[in-house]
């Protein structure tokens, strides 16, 4: 299936914002975003860029469902092919970069642990004490790998449920309430599942490295509580499936992209403002029109004759979105120690040095070590099947 090209920069974008949370926050005010005044009006806007996972989440959703839904929901859909891909995609440079961070630990004296195996397996984040060991942010990693597991059934469910198995229909009023409350029952089913799990395992009193601890960690750190963000991404990959976006007039979908990219960042600043005055209430609904909102970005984007679409489809820009994984999992860990030794001899350009190197490096395991993996893996193990392209 045919790439969108801006969504992969958006993925860059993403994970700026979380660059962008890291340095706010580990290095000011001696070494980051607040020691310069260039950078002190955006403060606001950095200190809520953990929002970046949500989008990454939202764009997964829309990805993962525009690309698999159909073949799952007309039976032909294959399993092991979906999750050799998979598998492809996140674990090579998962791997890598969790060997080098224990070797590292080994290194300064750290011994060998039972938490080793779970972090170096990706279930980090259904450990609360475990949640930024290993690789840092690698816990939103763990709630992926569930989505992952869990969408071909998702995608059977939905198709039973809501829209049938015979190909796109016209989207009637009751067509989109079934769609709507399958939706609403799935999302009610994992919470419930999720709280239920942590209620049996306290029960049991499993509590190795505060396993499933209590229902905020719950909530935060886990599909049971994250789906309504990849149920937004799912949304939309149906609302793009409908041909709606064909449908909307390109100077429409540049609008609203700069529109949802403002709006963005204006509740970024306002999430910030409500979080440091204990505004729980209000930070989550500027969280969750931030996840809205993606939903609407993405659709904007996906018309691609738009020229909003086609700025962000710049080779660059597209590149950097291809290597954000790697940047993302590499923040806070080692690999960041030497980058950062040479970013804090630049003065009032560290930031930007600092974001240069980091992509350079990714770029270096992109091309070396990630799509090389990548291949094998999928030549190997995914059985002669071509599939469809993409995710």
């Not at 860029?49 to 764009?59: A, C, M, N, T, Y």
């Not at 939905?158 to 198995?165: C, M, N, P, Q, V």
Request: glycine share 8%.
């Amino acid at each position: 299936m045919k790439e969108i090209k801006a969504l992969t920069t958006l993925r860059a974008f993403a994970a700026f914002l979380v660059f962008m949370y890291h340095y706010a926050y580990l290095f000011a005010p001696h070494q980051g975003v607040g020691s310069g005044p260039a950078w002190l009006t955006l403060l606001p806007v950095w200190r809520s860029g953990q929002i970046g996972v949500s989008i990454f989440f939202v764009l997964s959703g829309f990805l993962i469902t525009r690309i698999y839904y159909d073949e799952f929901a007309d039976g032909t859909g294959s399993l092991r092919w979906f999750y050799v891909k998979r598998f492809a995609r996140i674990w090579p440079l998962f791997l890598l970069f969790a060997a080098v961070q224990h070797v590292a630990m080994l290194a300064q004296g750290q011994h060998v642990s039972p938490s080793w195996l779970i972090t170096g397996t990706m279930t980090q984040g259904f450990f609360r004490d475990l949640r930024h060991a290993g690789l840092p942010t690698a816990w939103s990693l763990t709630i992926e790998e569930s989505f992952y597991a869990l969408a071909p059934l998702l995608f059977v469910a939905i198709a039973a449920l809501a829209l049938g198995r015979s190909g796109p229909q016209p989207w009637t009023a009751y067509r989109v309430a079934r769609f709507v409350a399958t939706m609403v029952f799935l999302s009610a089913s994992l919470a419930g599942i999720g709280l239920g799990a942590m209620l049996l395992i306290q029960r049991l009193g499993w509590t190795y490295a505060g396993l499933l601890s209590d229902r905020e960690f719950v909530f935060h750190s886990t599909l049971a509580g994250r789906f309504p963000e990849f149920a937004v991404g799912m949304a939309c990959a149906f609302v793009h499936r409908a041909g709606v976006v064909r449908r909307l007039a390109t100077s429409a979908a540049s609008a609203l992209s700069v529109g949802s990219f403002v709006t963005i960042g204006t509740l970024l600043a306002l999430k910030d403002f409500t979080t440091r005055h204990n505004a729980v209430a209000a930070s989550y609904a500027c969280t969750y029109s931030i996840v809205l909102l993606t939903g609407v970005l993405i659709l904007a984007l996906a018309r691609e004759e738009a020229w909003a679409s086609r700025v962000l489809s710049g080779r660059l820009l597209v590149y950097l979105g291809k290597v954000s994984y790697g940047f993302y999992l590499m923040q806070a860990s080692v690999l960041m120690v030497p980058l950062l030794f040479i970013a804090r001899r630049c003065g009032p350009l560290r930031v930007a040095v600092l974001y240069v190197l980091m992509n350079l490096f990714c770029a270096a395991c992109q091309e070396l070590w990630e799509q090389p993996a990548r291949s094998f893996i999928v030549r190997r193990l995914g059985g002669g099947r071509r599939g469809p392209g993409g995710a």
